[in-house]
């Protein structure tokens, strides 16, 4: 079968490679936006965690058996209902009851496990979204989405036994989603009591209690030793859903030091941030790191850029 899968705008090239690796035909379809063909064995799509949504080829009028094929081949065993995205509520209820008439299927706009998409010509699969692949997680309102702190740490070059650090680490989704693909330790660090709580529950939820520790702590005054890192990932604050530009202008230059203080000599850091202009500024200023690469993301209304770091290597 042929299939569409969903990731942030600005990883397509980065999903396409891994799922090359798997074997399959993947092709960029648009922004955010891959069409895999001739898909026989599911398994590489449920452990992509770069991928967010799953859905097939549909428009109105379309034969739905192959969407009800691929929930039951994603382990849904119930009966299938069914939702409409559309907001025209005339033209949401001739759809409604067409689908109804072809399936037999129950309209839900709460609990279903298609959800077709006319304006994007997709029948989602709901069996196959992430939080249905791998679980779902405590969150708050600015939390990192799994999908994209998959992306990012792809950036991050990860290798088997690296240690890696979120100093803004928040409910930990960034070290959880690594120590569900890799063996080495991650540690979660974030000065909110509520996230390190969060972060507590999903480590146990997601049984990478033996990879991944969550502790209170500072970004700009780290317990860390220097050159201890060889890793760091991390969503920081971009001074619009959480602080305020004012906070960043204390926030980033402390945590760019922090930052040059405990990375390897080899280490490497991947920062998101919004506010773009404040953290390049605070990494020029400082003479140990230097940006290699800038990536632009966008995801759920927000378009942020992914800063590669580097230590600047002196000369001898």
């Not at 942030?8 to 936006?33: F, I, K, N, W």
């Not at 026989?40 to 967010?52: G, N, S, Y």
């Not at 979120?166 to 909110?192: E, H, K």
């Not at 202008?249 to 506010?275: F, H, K, N, Q, S």
Request: glycine share 10%.
């Amino acid at each position: 079968m042929d299939l569409v899968v969903t990731c942030a705008v600005g990883l397509e090239d980065l999903l396409r490679g891994d799922l090359q690796q798997e074997g399959l035909s993947a092709t960029v379809d648009g922004p955010g936006v891959l069409r895999l063909s001739a898909v026989d064995d599911l398994d590489p799509v449920r452990r992509t965690p770069m991928i967010d949504r799953v859905a097939l080829a549909w428009s109105p009028g379309n034969d739905l058996t192959e969407a009800e094929n691929l929930c039951r081949a994603a382990g849904f065993t119930g009966d299938i209902a069914f939702r409409v995205d559309e907001r025209d509520p005339g033209a949401r209820g001739q759809l409604i009851d067409a689908v109804v008439a072809q399936t037999g299927w129950a309209n839900s706009t709460g609990d279903w496990q298609v959800n077709l998409d006319p304006a994007t010509g997709r029948a989602e699969i709901g069996p196959l979204a992430w939080a249905a692949r791998f679980g779902t997680m405590q969150r708050l309102p600015a939390t990192t989405p799994p999908a994209v702190a998959a992306g990012v740490l792809r950036l991050a070059k990860l290798q088997p036994g690296m240690n890696l650090l979120d100093p803004c680490g928040g409910v930990g989704t960034i070290p959880i989603i690594d120590a569900l693909q890799r063996t080495g330790d991650g540690l979660v660090i974030d000065l909110n009591e509520e996230s390190i709580s969060l972060a507590h529950s999903n480590i146990q939820q997601f049984g990478v209690g033996e990879q991944v520790l969550a502790e209170v702590g500072d970004a700009t005054d780290l317990d860390l030793a220097y050159g201890s890192v060889d890793r760091i990932v991390s969503d920081v604050p971009f001074g619009k859903r959480i602080g305020s530009n004012r906070d960043n202008d204390a926030l980033y230059p402390g945590l760019v030091r922090e930052i040059g203080r405990v990375l390897a000599a080899d280490g490497r850091a991947v920062i998101i941030t919004d506010d773009k202009r404040r953290f390049a500024d605070a990494v020029a200023r400082d003479r140990r790191l230097k940006v290699v690469k800038e990536s632009g993301l966008r995801y759920n209304g927000v378009s942020p850029t992914a800063f590669t770091l580097s230590r600047v290597r002196t000369r001898r």
